[in-house]
């Protein structure tokens, strides 16, 4: 089993920044890609960005220029800094890590920008 737990979500003023960090633990040996996902109330669950372990990135357009992805393959870590947030990024954000062909979710955290 794989084990994802999230971490640095919370309340943010619009124009702020927040870095969000998810651990994988278990049985996560060959772990392709990681990433963040986000769901807010009434929409679906959409992409954010993820990483592969070479480093190949890839970001919602929205998110571009504002959030950066970043990956620690030794810490099986990935981090997700993202500044000059808006109200429209508020959101439950999740982390995703896929596994042999299998995806692997954290229970997810919020976060929240308003003023």
């Known amino acids: 089993q794989v084990q994802l737990v999230e971490s640095g979500g919370g309340l943010v003023q619009p124009g702020g920044s927040l870095r969000l960090s998810c651990a994988a633990s278990?049985?996560?040996?060959?772990?392709?890609?990681m990433g963040w996902y986000r769901q807010s109330p009434g929409k679906q669950r959409e992409l954010v960005s993820t990483?592969?372990?070479?480093?190949?990135?890839n970001y919602e357009d929205s998110v571009k220029a504002r959030f950066t992805v970043t990956r620690d393959n030794a810490k099986n870590t990935v981090y997700l800094q993202m500044n000059s947030l808006k109200p429209e990024d508020t959101a439950v954000y999740y982390c995703?890590?896929?596994?042999?062909?299998?995806?692997?979710w954290g229970q997810g955290t919020q976060v929240t920008v308003s003023a």
């Open positions: 278990g049985n996560s040996v060959g772990i392709y890609s």
């Open positions: 995703n890590a896929l596994i042999a062909g299998r995806d692997y």
């Open positions: 990483i592969t372990s070479s480093g190949v990135t």
